[in-house]
């Protein structure tokens, strides 16, 4: 199963949603590969690979210029979290160099090159999670090309709902010519679908004190219906510091911690019912 996490807002928490995912689904034995398709990089980081960490490494920039069937595999190292279920999760990182790529955007097929780079490299993975940019571009067209589904991020605020629907109109508008056509790989895999689609929203950094927050909330069930997934992530400062320290959520001590765990379990839950069905 591979997942695009989008939202055309930025700061919506993309990044933060697919690292804890990928703690809780490895912390429950799934093997995970994480992809970074956001130059900035933050993925990259708060799995272990800040600053010099990135030097002299293949990154997801070469392998989508390559655009050789396979080739994402030079790109694959190892989450450097200090917990044993780290040996669950793999990443292809990122640099900012990676917004070269967006210059070959006009290139016959060029929407198709992670999908020819991942073609039978993810098959040992029972989860991808392809972390996007804030875009709906050239670089957010390569990860939907290359997933089965859509999972959004959402701030309960209106410019983040907003973000979160333009994500659905340009599914709904543009998902088929993202498909695969017959010959565009060497070896079958399961090809993006005419209904590619958002396949849930989980509401980040909800503030229940906030009736303007509460409002929001509503208003998602009323566009999205029962793929606004719960519970919703709480706003918490535990959070944000394992994210500012680039740790995992089960290397921090404390109750909220145990609870910010727990969400993120039930959230892989249903992670865990897609790949299923």
């Known amino acids: 199963m591979r997942l695009s996490v ?158 979160a629907t333009r994500v659905r109109e340009f599914l709904t508008e543009h998902a088929r010519h993202l498909a695969l056509p017959p010959g565009q790989l060497r070896r079958p895999r399961p090809r993006p679908r005419p209904g590619l689609a958002i396949a849930g929203l989980m509401i980040n950094e909800q503030d229940r004190r906030r009736g303007l927050h509460t409002w929001h909330c509503d208003s998602l069930i009323e566009l999205f219906g029962d793929r606004v997934w719960q519970p919703s992530i709480p706003s918490r400062s535990a959070l944000a510091e394992a994210i500012d320290a680039g740790e995992p959520l089960r290397g921090r001590p404390g109750p909220v911690v145990r609870d910010l765990v727990s969400i993120f379990d039930e959230l892989a839950d249903r992670v865990e019912k897609l790949h299923a069905a």
Not at 41 to 53: I, K, Q, T, V
Not at 123 to 148: E, I, K, N, W
């Open 6 to 163: 989008a939202n055309h807002k930025g700061g919506a928490g993309k990044s933060t949603v697919t690292g804890c995912l990928a703690e809780a689904l490895a912390a429950r034995g799934c093997r995970v590969l994480c992809v970074d398709l956001d130059p900035q990089a933050n993925l990259s980081r708060r799995l272990g690979y800040g600053g010099d960490a990135l030097a002299g490494l293949v990154t997801l920039s070469e392998v989508i210029k390559a655009d050789e069937f396979g080739c994402a595999a030079q790109a694959i190292t190892a989450c450097r979290w200090p917990l044993p279920l780290a040996a669950a999760i793999d990443l292809i990182p990122s640099r900012f160099d990676l917004e070269n790529r967006i210059l070959e955007a006009g290139q016959p097929g060029a929407h198709l090159r992670l999908a020819r780079g991942l073609a039978g490299v993810t098959d040992t993975y029972d989860v991808v999670l392809l972390d996007c940019p804030p875009s709906l571009g050239h670089l957010v067209q390569l990860g939907f090309a290359a997933s089965d589904a859509v999972l959004v991020p959402v701030r309960p605020e209106y410019d983040y709902v907003a973000g």
